[in-house]
């Protein structure tokens, strides 16, 4: 095993990925930021210079479960301090497992201006299919605002919504009609910075194409114009391999598929991708499917493929349904579990603040990190009371506009008791808006999870659970919870450490929409003082 030495500086730019100039944040000058490329059981040594001059900084390897380093999660508020201005932090841990994984920012909003990247780590055994070559495509949706201007938007009264994206990035990429913006200088749609994305096939070879999405708010369908995909891989778990014209991802989703460039060699096509799950306003984002030699400019000679019905709930349900571990590569779950959580996820109104809850708890981070405090036992930290196993479940309507009455913030969290194994059942309701109920992806940190089943309506805990698959359940470490219905997940709470469990789109969270777990604190080992420097934290760093 190898050491991987990165260094990063991390700072504020005007670029245009989609044409229209604006400030994003940047990694070594680019975003999508450089690749992570590893074997498994290496370790990867990343040197963040937070160039930001007035912003701190975290970075969130998503999908490494950081077995032995829980303090180099990432998770700004969780498992660490944030890095501050000027300051240069060392991660250091080791990717355990082959597979695509991503990194973001974890702090504040900031995943939203552009900080994002993938993790490719090669396995040291054969994998289940082969391919000729490996390439990788981050998905994206992209917004004008600041990040700042989102951000207070979000928590200001009256509530200013962030509205849908401006435009769809594929590896950093898109096109925004420059024509609806009337200021001069700041939209042009001959800067090559916005030239779309080209991925270059030879005519007859495979390809595994590695497709993250990190959007901050959409969920995506991706479609490669007359070509099947044959699913093999979800965040980094060997998929029994099943055919797409049209792959749903959600944010945080890793895939990886298999394209044959078998079509007619004379052309190229469109790689495209689309809003799903709400009512979409954004154009479609497009990109360029280049069978060589054909000139990688050419735009193909149709038009992209259509677009998925936003509201087709069942195609999506299908998907989720069809992913099942590789048959050669199956983990059973344990048969039973020892404690069973449900969170019902809601929309509410806390003192005039629109907010996310889950059991009519508002999540907040609190200014010391779970980790530390856990581990240094400061008690007065954090709400030492956790919020609740469950909700009025008996009475409760899914169906119908949230009564928030007793909602409330917190930041209080869940024990779980060292190497037990945890059902967690996310239960989907209706919104602040009639009819209306949204998908939301949530993404576990620290662990994997079995994904045993999805269902529509109330999940019945008679009858459901009998229903569960435990014979071939795929582990991913994100899944989508889909509109009025529920998912549910099967983990084992054998990661020493404090793990954040949230909708991984960037507004929910900020909202209020997640948790956090915490198990085995006992057997975390020494914290770096390189973590410390906030909160109740300030005199550990000294010493
Ligand atoms: Cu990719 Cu806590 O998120
Ligand atoms: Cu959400």
């Known amino acids: 095993a190898r050491v991987r030495h990165y260094r990063w500086k991390v700072k504020w730019e005007y670029k245009s990925p989609d044409c229209y100039k604006k400030l994003i944040i940047t990694v070594n000058g680019r975003t999508p930021g450089p690749t992570i490329v590893a074997e498994e059981g290496d370790t990867i040594l990343v040197e963040l210079e937070d160039n930001l001059l007035t912003e701190n900084l975290a970075i969130h390897w998503h999908g490494i479960r950081q077995i032995g380093t829980p303090w180099f999660d990432g998770a700004e508020g969780v498992t660490q301090c944030p890095i501050l201005p000027g300051e240069t932090f060392k991660y250091r841990f080791v990717v355990d497992r082959a597979g695509t994984y991503v990194y973001h920012a974890h702090y504040g909003m900031q995943r939203v201006a552009g900080l994002y990247g993938l993790i490719r780590v090669s396995p040291r055994h054969p994998e289940p299919f082969s391919y000729d070559h490996d390439r990788s495509i981050i998905l994206n949706d992209w917004y004008h605002k600041s990040t700042s201007e989102q951000a207070i938007g979000l928590s200001s009264i009256p509530f200013v919504w962030v509205g849908e994206p401006q435009s769809l990035l594929i590896q950093g990429k898109g096109m925004f009609d420059c024509s609806k913006v009337t200021e001069l200088g700041v939209c042009n749609t001959s800067n090559p910075e916005c030239s779309p994305h080209v991925q270059t096939v030879v005519p007859g070879q495979t390809y595994r194409l590695r497709i993250a999405s990190l959007t901050s708010l959409s969920a995506l369908s991706f479609q490669i114009e007359g070509h099947d995909m044959t699913v093999v891989e979800a965040d980094g778990n060997y998929v029994e391999p099943f055919v797409v014209q049209n792959l749903f991802i959600y944010s945080g989703e890793t895939y990886s598929v298999l394209v044959k460039a078998d079509q007619d060699p004379s052309r190229n096509y469109w790689i495209s991708t689309n809003v ?68 019902l996820n809601t929309q509410n109104t806390i003192n005039g603040y629109r907010l996310w809850s889950v059991n009519n708890v508002s999540f907040n981070l609190p200014l010391t990190p779970y980790l530390i405090a856990l581990k240094k036992n400061i008690t007065d930290a954090f709400d030492q009371s956790p919020p609740p196993d469950g909700y009025d479940f008996l009475n409760y309507d899914i169906y119908s506009v949230a009564n928030n009455s007793n909602a409330k913030s917190s930041n209080g969290i869940y024990s779980l008791q060292f190497n037990t194994t945890v059902d967690i059942i996310l239960q989907n309701a209706n919104t602040m808006n009639k009819n209306n109920s949204e998908t939301h992806p949530w993404h576990l940190h620290g662990h994997n999870f079995w994904v045993l089943g999805y269902g529509k309506g109330k999940f019945d805990m008679y009858n459901d659970p009998r229903k569960y698959n435990l014979v071939n359940p795929i582990m991913k470490n994100t899944v989508a919870m889909h509109p009025y219905g529920w998912t549910a997940l099967r983990f084992r709470a054998d990661n020493p450490g404090a793990w954040a469990f949230h909708c991984h789109i960037e507004y929910h969270f900020y909202m209020g929409m997640g948790v956090v777990f915490e198990e085995g604190i006992e057997r975390v080992g020494n914290l770096p003082s390189s973590i410390m420097g906030c909160g109740q934290t300030n005199t550990f760093h000294r010493h």
Not at 292 to 304: A, E, L
Not at 321 to 331: E, L, P, T, Y
């Open 276 to 343: 799903v799950t709400r009512n979409r306003t954004t154009p479609t984002g497009l990109a360029i499917f280049n069978y060589y030699p054909n000139h990688p400019r050419r735009s193909p000679p149709t038009s992209p493929p259509p677009a998925p019905a936003w509201d087709d709930v069942e195609s999506r349900l299908k998907q989720s349904f069809a992913i099942k571990a590789h048959q050669g590569h199956i983990i059973k779950p344990p048969p039973t579990s020892d404690r069973v959580i449900v969170f």
